[in-house]
């Protein structure tokens, strides 16, 4: 407290994180049980989020068949954020508008992270729910180092792509709980498919703003990003 006045408390955000994918790259089994540094992709992402003073509430969208194991994951590591884990969709988008469906009444903006993203930092997190309380809508993401090609149909390189204005799109991504609720509803009534948050919101008119992400931030999608992710958290010291 200071001069006797209560130090304002930030928007109510809830964390939704879709895993009710199905792993195809990963070269059989659920990538989001497979086990990184001793802990299931999964149970990472969600201490991850756990540890984030921003975050209030977390919401898992999962398969039917993951359910009870995703919930037992969350008890069994002492997730006190966890409070659903709900049945997905077919898509992204229908998993993510049905965990906000769920989300808390009182939750002002909802922050999508994917289970496969379990080495998020409380600090990117931070950043994009700041950029959201200032913009409505926010989304990590990083600068694209590679040359990018754009290539024809037969194969060929029809041009050099200037990267000086490209991202990579990282999570979370998030967004005023009313509107990304309505885009992702447009959304889908409209057969539309998108393969992020975003470009539900842009279909709305809106303009997410960027905010800093992180190389260490990976998605876990192949063998090899499980040998990349061992090897941040050893250079963490959490390995």
Known sequence: MLFGKKKKQPPFVTAIIPAA???????GGNKLLMELGGVPVLGRTLLALEACEIIREIIVAASEETI??????GKALGVTKLTKVV?????RQESVYRAALE???????????????PLVTPEVVQKACEGAFLHTCAAAA??????IKKVQKDGHIECTVDRE??????TPQVADKALLTAALQSAIEAGITVTDECAALERMGARPVITEGSFENIKITTPADLIYGQAILEGRGQA
Not at 68 to 73: C, G, I, S
Not at 87 to 91: D, M, P, R, S, V
Not at 103 to 117: I, K, M, Q, T
């Open 21 to 27: 994918g199905s792993s195809r790259r990963m070269g």
């Open 68 to 73: 009870v194991a995703y919930a037992e994951l």
């Open 87 to 91: 049945k997905g969709g077919a898509t």
């Open 103 to 117: 989300a808390a009444p009182e939750a002002e903006y909802l922050a999508v992270h994917d289970g496969a993203r």
């Open 142 to 147: 990083v600068p694209v180092h590679d040359t």
């Open 165 to 170: 204005d490209l991202r990579a799109m990282q």
